[in-house]
């Protein structure tokens, strides 16, 4: 490592426990659960889990509204759900991507994701 590189004190990472990468049918309740730390115990500043169609990469969920939590323990529990029907955006015959991302105070300051991919059938 040269010593004028930035270090990382963050050390942040974003954990996709739910949902899996097994395909989803039209009227599934997608269960979001998102495990944000810091592995070096800094605050968890800004986290973001969103959902993109592959296909024209339009999102259909992005939350929470606010990205900055701060949340002084280093870790944080993300959970949510969302019903995968045409009124949420979702369509059948259609591949998705979802992205959890934590970062520091400044937009990209130490930011980790996770990406997860999967597909909905009618």
Known sequence: ???????????????????????????????????????????????????MKDSDSSIVYSKPHHSHIHEEDGVYHYTDQIVLNDSNGFTGHSNWT????????????????????FHVHP
């Open 1 to 51: 490592m040269d010593q004028n590189d930035p270090v990382d004190m963050f050390e942040y990472h974003a954990h996709i426990m739910s949902p899996d990468d097994s395909d989803k049918h039209l009227g599934d309740t997608l269960n979001i659960e998102v495990h944000f730390e810091s592995h070096t115990g800094e605050p968890i500043h800004n986290i973001n889990v969103e959902i």
């Open 98 to 117: 979802l992205t959890a991302k934590v970062w520091g105070m400044a937009e990209g300051e130490g930011e980790a994701s996770e990406t997860l991919n």
